[in-house]
């Protein structure tokens, strides 16, 4: 059987005035933290780890902080973009691994909803889903959260869900407009990250504060 692993890394630091995002929760505490996008550092890093098992770049690659369609957006889109990745390179969630690092506020009380919500964005079953929490000892890093996301992947034997998706594709004709760049023209306002995939170079953006 084929596997993949990926991990990912994000940190982002605390800001007055912003509400706070974490593994997809709305999460009750006095400050939230600063990005482009709603912040969610759980999610970047889950992104990445899933991104990274089949090397298709990074969050920053797909969603660059000078785009301002990402300006306040929900990190479940960027969590979406990288499931249909891994969907569409033929692999599928064995299990997901997440470590947050903050000194506040507690995820204990919340650990158990917040796997239950990751189940639900990774379509996968809570058992599945693994959420820890530490404390940035030593690291004088109390204004700031930190997340570690290890994703394991198995190849899918059936090929049903591939074959789906590309039925899903509109036409051959919006596949090569796509293809050639027209992203914008198709898409309007509206976002659809099955063609943005399409669209993007897999160049290594450093600069990634979403
Ligand atoms: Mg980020």
Same mark, same amino acid.
């Given at each position: 059987m084929s596997m993949r692993i990926g991990h990912g890394f994000d940190s982002h630091a605390f800001k007055p005035g912003v509400p706070l995002r974490l593994g997809g929760l709305a999460v009750d505490h006095t400050e939230g933290l600063a990005g482009?996008?709603?912040?969610d550092v759980l999610l970047h890093a889950l992104t990445d780890a899933l991104l990274g098992a089949v090397a298709a770049g990074d969050i920053g690659t797909f969603f660059?902080?000078?785009?301002?369609?990402?300006?306040?957006?929900?990190s479940s889109i960027f969590l979406n973009l990288a499931l249909e990745e891994i969907q569409h390179a033929g692999f599928r969630i064995v299990n997901a691994d997440v470590t947050l690092i903050l000194?506040?506020?507690?995820i204990a009380p919340i650990a158990g909803e917040m796997r239950e919500r990751l189940a639900i964005l990774l379509d996968? &079953?809570?058992?599945l889903v693994s959420v820890k929490a530490k404390t940035p000892e030593? &690291?004088? &890093?109390?204004?700031v959260a930190q997340a570690h996301a290890v994703v394991l992947l198995e190849r899918v034997e059936d090929t049903a869900g591939l074959q789906t998706m590309v039925a899903e594709i509109e036409s051959d004709q919006a596949l090569d407009a796509v293809l050639d760049g027209e992203l914008d023209e198709l898409v309007g306002e509206s976002v659809r990250t099955e063609q943005i995939k399409r669209t993007v170079i897999p160049v290594f953006d450093t600069e990634d504060i979403t």
């Open positions: 482009h996008s709603d912040g660059p902080p000078s785009d301002p369609r990402w300006k306040d957006a929900e000194a506040q506020p507690k996968v &079953l809570p058992e030593g &690291l004088g &890093l109390d204004h």
